[in-house]
């Protein structure tokens, strides 16, 4: 496939790759920048993982053909929220890939690269010299095929994310929280499952069509929903997740939102 300037660039963003499927995202293109990527970081493994967006799993067998042509070895974790795909850089100290269009609409997808310990990888830091090996064709393989194996990590993520706190004093809440049939229906039940809590779910279904709102707490009106069901059942609070479950917009037992600067500013005083 032939790449010029002009056709990566609204694919090749600042911070991540993303397009729309069939058009820009090609099982083809995947390939090709799995071959590109594995170059750059040069390691001897890499992990990915994936959303529960329809194309994902055939997107995330060709990036990992691309990667393996070059001999490199891959760690499919399977499906997974971004910051898990993160932790895995950590746990397992190799690059890594995600595919997500975060909460972008359903006909979207996308990649985020980082290298070992979760370092992001940006414009400056890599992906123009993807981009670069992508227009110049430069995408050497080797003599020798990588293999492919798959680990699950979502229970040690889980584990390393309650570590990060003491649960131990808080009361028990009542908790309402809509995935917007994104990846926290996936890892909310391992991560805030054994916690003390009343967690009532919202659209945990896993379903990358979206059929109940955009998973985009970004858009006051994807909240409504949230914040109707936590009035209606007397909880201490509801949260929404976007698509890939990175992001988190907190409404409180009035069903207000509650501003994500004081949440930080709360958050950096504990």
Known sequence: MAYTAQSLATIIKSYDVRGLVGSEIT??????????????VAADEIVVGFDMRPTSENLVQSFSEGVRATGTNVVNIGLAATDQLYFATGRLNIPGAMFTASHNPAQYHGI????????????????????????????????????????????????????????????????????????????????????????????????GTFPNHEANPLDSSTLRDLQKRVVAEKADLGLAFDGDADRCFLVDESGRLVDPSLLTALIAES
């Open 112 to 207: 985020k690269f980082a290298r070992a310990g979760a370092s992001p990888i940006g414009a400056t830091s890599g992906l123009e010299r993807i981009r670069e090996a992508l227009i110049s064709n430069e995408l050497p393989v080797a003599t020798h095929q990588g293999s492919e194996r798959r680990i699950d990590l979502l229970e040690e993520y889980g584990q390393h994310l309650r570590s990060l706190v003491d649960c131990s004093k808080i009361r028990r809440l009542k908790i309402v929280i809509d995935a917007g049939n994104g990846m926290a229906g996936h890892t909310v039940p391992k991560v805030l499952g054994p916690l003390n809590l009343e967690i009532i779910p919202m659209y945990f279904e896993l379903d």
């Open 27 to 40: 099982e083809e293109f995947c390939r090709d920048i799995g071959i590109a990527f594995a170059n750059l």
